[in-house]
């Protein structure tokens, strides 16, 4: 008991690394996330600090910085889906689908179709439309 170990199952010792490298794997992603986050907002803290200390008479700050600082900070948004992206299989299939599908609905020939689906409803024909109205898929327009 007080020195003895207890011999470990085989079976169990596999799937205790799975876990573990699991584990791991989410909080790499989750210190990826967190590093972008304090990269992109810290510029604009720093300068929201600074300037209520000091303020806004004394030190004076160009526009432009103000701006890019903001849209430093906008550009978090855009960069963690980017970021679960390429981080997690799941997450990169269901963006991927989703990109297709946007993509997609927006080529010429979706537009086509969906133009089709109008004329139909309104008793048109018009050369060259198709028959069928476009029909976006995950794979692309049918």
Known sequence: MGGMSVPEDPEIQPLASSKMKRERKAARTLGIIMSAFLACWLPFFLWYIITALCGAHVCTCPPIVVA??????????????????????EFRAAFKKTLQACCCCCSRRCAAGAAAAVGAKLGLRRKGWPDRPGLCTGKGCL
Not at 68 to 89: E, H, Q
């Open 68 to 89: 890019i600082v903001f849209w430093i900070g906008y550009f978090n948004s855009a960069l963690n889906p980017l970021i679960y992206a390429y981080f997690n299989r």
